[in-house]
C-alpha cells in the first residue's frame, strides 16, 4: 500500500466541499490515516469533516473519506 498521496489536500477538500454546495460552510478539518474499509483492506484516505451553518436549528456537513490515490470517495456520512 503506498504511503504518498497522489491526491492533494487542497483536491480531496474540493471533492468534499462539492459534495456540500447546498450548505454554508463553516470549517473543515482534514487529516491524512490508513483507514480499514474492510477486513484485510487497507486505504490511505483523507478523512475530511466539513461544518456548516446551523439551518432550522439543524447542525449542517458531515465526514467524507476520500482516497488518496485514486480521489475517489470511499464514504459520505452526512450530519442529516
Given at each position: 500500500m ?10 480531496a ?8 454546495r ?26 475530511i ?32
Amino acid at each position: 500500500m503506498a504511503l504518498e498521496p497522489k491526491t492533494s489536500e487542497h483536491d480531496a477538500t474540493e471533492i468534499a466541499l462539492d459534495c456540500f454546495r447546498d450548505i454554508y460552510v463553516v470549517k473543515t478539518q482534514t487529516r491524512l490515516a490508513v483507514v480499514c474499509l474492510n477486513k484485510d483492506v487497507q486505504k490511505l484516505a483523507w478523512i475530511i469533516e466539513v461544518q456548516g451553518d446551523v439551518k432550522d436549528d439543524l447542525v449542517q456537513g458531515g465526514e467524507l473519506l476520500v482516497d488518496a490515490i485514486s480521489g475517489d470517495i470511499l464514504s459520505f456520512y452526512p450530519y442529516q
